[in-house]
């Protein structure tokens, strides 16, 4: 099982996260032959801001003041969907938004911990997990095409700020 819930959640040096990710972007981009060309950069990065996920007009927002200008939506989109595409980023159905991937280069089926206080995601990934909704949806017949799994739920520091809160009460 692969998982970054101990840093999603916690205090943590938040710009090894952000270096890393980009890192890995320009790899494989390069590998794939494909351009990380600005604009589609400064959508990961703004992605990268945190483990909390963003939707599309926070992110067209961000990205015209941050460049003085007024971007539109389906450039935005666009660079969304080839980040998607690449596989460096994934989008959560249930918010309508997207979130970095931290492991792009590993092969994995993706379920999300949304901590539904603080608002922070972290990815896990499990072969058991892909093996039974694999196993499921042959059983049914059914051909999966991608799948995104999102557990809601408090994060441990969340956890313990209200356990903390319910005490002094
Ligand atoms: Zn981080
Ligand atoms: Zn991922
Ligand atoms: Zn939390």
Same mark, same amino acid.
């Given at each position: 099982m692969i998982s970054n819930s101990t840093t999603a959640y916690q205090q943590h040096d938040h710009h090894r996260c952000l270096k890393a990710a980009l890192q890995q972007a320009r790899n494989r981009c390069s590998a794939r032959k494909v351009r990380l060309t600005p604009i589609r950069e400064s959508v990961l990065q703004l992605l990268w801001q945190s483990h909390r996920p963003l939707g599309a007009y926070k992110i067209i927002d961000q990205l015209s003041a941050s460049r003085g200008k007024r971007i539109l939506p389906p450039t935005v989109y666009r660079a969304l969907d080839f980040l998607l595409e690449v596989g460096l980023i994934h989008r959560l159905a249930t918010l309508n938004a997207y979130i970095g991937c931290p492991f792009p280069d590993s092969v994995h089926s993706d379920y999300f911990l949304l %901590?539904?206080? %603080?608002?922070s995601v972290a990815e896990c990934s499990a072969e058991s997990v892909n093996k039974a909704i694999v196993s499921t949806a042959q059983r049914a017949g059914f051909v999966v095409e991608s799948q995104t799994v999102e557990i809601l739920g408090l994060c441990t520091p969340c956890r313990e700020t209200a356990a903390q809160q319910q005490a002094d009460e």
């Open positions: %901590c539904r206080e %603080c608002g």
